[in-house]
Structures are given as C-alpha cells and as structure tokens.
C-alpha cells in the first residue's frame, strides 16, 4: 500500500507502523510544498521554545522513517519545509520548485536536520554555499547538484512521486528493507564494520 499525505498533515509515525503501508508519499497543496513556518511569528517567541530533546518544529525530523518517504514538491520549498524534505529518501520535484533556507536570513537556526542532511546528500561545499547565503535555489540547480531525484514538468511532481512509490512496492520487501536500512545505518561506521552489517542485514532478510 502506499500512502500520500499532505505535509500539513503528515502522520508519518502512525503510517510507518501500519505493516500495510510500504511506501509514504508526502505533498503539498495550491503549488507549493511548504514554506516554512511563519518566520516573523517565530521571530518575535509566539511558537512554542524548541529543545534539544523536544520535538523538532517539523515534529519527525529527528527520527529516521521506518518505511521509503518520497517528497512531491511543487514551488516553494523553504524553511522546515525544505528540512522535511531533506529528510524524506527520495525528492521528486517540478520545475516550479525552490528551496533553502530562508529562516537563516531572519536570524533563526535549522532545527530539523539542514545543516546533517544537506552537506551529506550534495556534500559540505555545495551545502554550505546554500545554507551561509539562505539563498532561494532553483530546480534546475537542485538537481545539478543531486538534491532533486527526478525533475518533471509543473503539476506532474505528485503524479510521478506515486509512480515512484509504485515501482518500489512492487518489489520484493525484506531485500529492500535490508539494503534501505544499511544505507541510512552506515554513515558512523568504518567500511568493514559497514559492509559487515550490510551482510548481517541481508542474511536476516527472507527470500
């Protein structure tokens, strides 16, 4: 089963525990993903005060998805949007699209994964050249850098974003399964204790 969800209403933790679920599809509404929160709102302390241990603004970012999350975007893609994007396995984006990280430029920090996630998806440099100018990065760019994983034509995001989950639930789940975790568990290990749970994960799998 897949399941798309409008971003403003993103279950994605009740989701991943349905084991009818294989794939969430996450979208946005009028032409845009999301973009962001509202920054003079937070700006002037009328949104809750974030912690390190609460949740994130974005609510899920600090916890990996338990099944594939592909992100449909069209238009804008900023703020804790563009870090929920970042957080979903794939992005599948319109021409339309822009991101960044515009909450920079009114002095409020990422608090949703920007500044892990980007540097290890289009590496430090590139991200950095993002996240120190808070600069609106077009679609064009985006996929140059390897940000976007497919780029469509405008109001065709969602449309290819299910075709996507599609072809994945269609595959067999358990090596699937096993090749996705040991993709996002790898980052902090050596290349033999990497590979070596790469194979434990496998073996676990059933045929």
Not at 65 to 84: N, Q, R
Not at 144 to 168: C, N
Not at 169 to 198: D, G, I, M
Request: glycine share 8%.
């Amino acid at each position: 089963m897949i399941c798309f969800s409008p971003v403003a209403a993103y279950p994605c933790s009740r989701y991943g525990k349905d084991p009818e679920v294989r794939a969430i599809v996450l979208t946005g509404a009028g032409g845009t993903f999301c973009a962001g929160n509202d920054l003079k709102a937070m700006a002037a302390g009328e949104f809750p005060v974030p912690t390190e241990d609460g949740p994130p603004p974005m609510i899920v970012t600090r916890t990996p998805a338990s099944k594939p999350v592909i992100a449909a975007i069209e238009g804008y893609c900023f703020g804790g949007g563009f870090e929920l994007a970042l957080w979903c396995d794939l992005r599948v984006a319109s021409t339309t699209a822009e991101f960044g990280v515009l909450n920079l430029a009114q002095g409020l920090p990422c608090l949703d994964g920007a500044t892990v996630r980007l540097p290890r998806l289009i590496g430090q440099a590139r991200a950095l050249d993002i996240l120190l100018t808070a600069r609106r990065v077009p679609a064009a760019e985006a996929e140059t850098h390897g940000l976007i994983t497919r780029l469509v034509a405008p109001g065709q995001a969602l449309q290819e974003a299910l075709a996507l989950a599609a072809t994945i639930t269609a595959l067999p789940p358990a090596a699937l399964q096993a090749a996705r975790h040991s993709v996002l568990t790898q980052w902090s290990l050596p290349e033999k204790e990497a590979t070596h749970h790469e194979a434990h994960l496998a073996l676990q799998a059933p045929l």
